[in-house]
Structure formats: C-alpha cells, structure tokens
C-alpha cells in the first residue's frame, strides 16, 4: 500500500503563486510515475503534470510554461509550483501515483486551490 498526502493548498490571487507538496510513504517502492490532478466543481477530475520513473515530464497545455512538477530520487515526495496563476486553476488538487507491478492508483486526499481577489 501506498500513502499520499497533499498539502500547500489555499487561497491566493490572481497572478500569485503556490507550492503544493506530495508525502508518499508506506511501500513506495511500487511507485513508477506519478502526477497531479484538479477537479474544479461541476467538471471532471484532469492531469495537470506527471512526472515519469526517469524523470520525463508532460503537462497540460493550459498549465504549461506557468506550472513546473518535480520529485525527488526517492520518490517520497513530489511538487507542483504554480505560478502566473489564474482564477481558471481553481480546483481540488490531487497527488496521484502508478503501481508499477499492477494497474492500481493511488491518490491523496486533496488541497484545495482557490485564485481569487
């Protein structure tokens, strides 16, 4: 089993910045790639970033150049720094993670993002 828990999340204005963190534990050995996803209200939970085993990033096209998501070597934790941000990003943020030897997810619980003046 893996845990993953968000945090970094809260309220900031447009144009500001966050730093959103991901605490993996428990068996993080079986974690290939991971990401971060929203869910804004009324629409479907999307990849914002992902971050592969050797280090390959791909962001959604209306994050890129503002967004930058890394991890570290040990995969216990992974990080999204917003910056530029827009009332459009406002969202439940979630830290996902692949099982390398299935095809379970593991996800957090979720951070609330919220850009607003």
């Known amino acids: 089993q893996v845990q993953l828990v968000e945090s970094g999340g809260g309220l900031v204005q447009p144009g500001g910045s966050l730093r959103l963190s991901c605490a993996a534990s428990?068996?993080?050995?079986?974690?290939?790639?991971m990401g971060w996803y929203r869910q804004a209200p009324g629409k479907q939970r999307e990849l914002v970033a992902a971050?592969?085993?050797?280090?390959?990033?791909n962001y959604a096209d209306s994050v890129k150049g503002r967004f930058t998501i890394s991890r570290d070597n040990t995969k216990k934790a992974m990080y999204l720094q917003m910056n530029s941000l827009k009332p459009e990003d406002t969202a439940v943020y979630y830290c996902?993670?692949?099982?390398?030897?299935?095809?379970?997810?593991?996800w957090g619980q979720g951070t609330q993002v919220t850009v607003s003046s």
């Open positions: 971050v592969t085993d050797s280090g390959s990033t």
């Open positions: 428990g068996s993080i050995f079986r974690i290939n790639a």
């Open positions: 996902n993670a692949g099982d390398r030897f299935g095809n379970r997810q593991y």
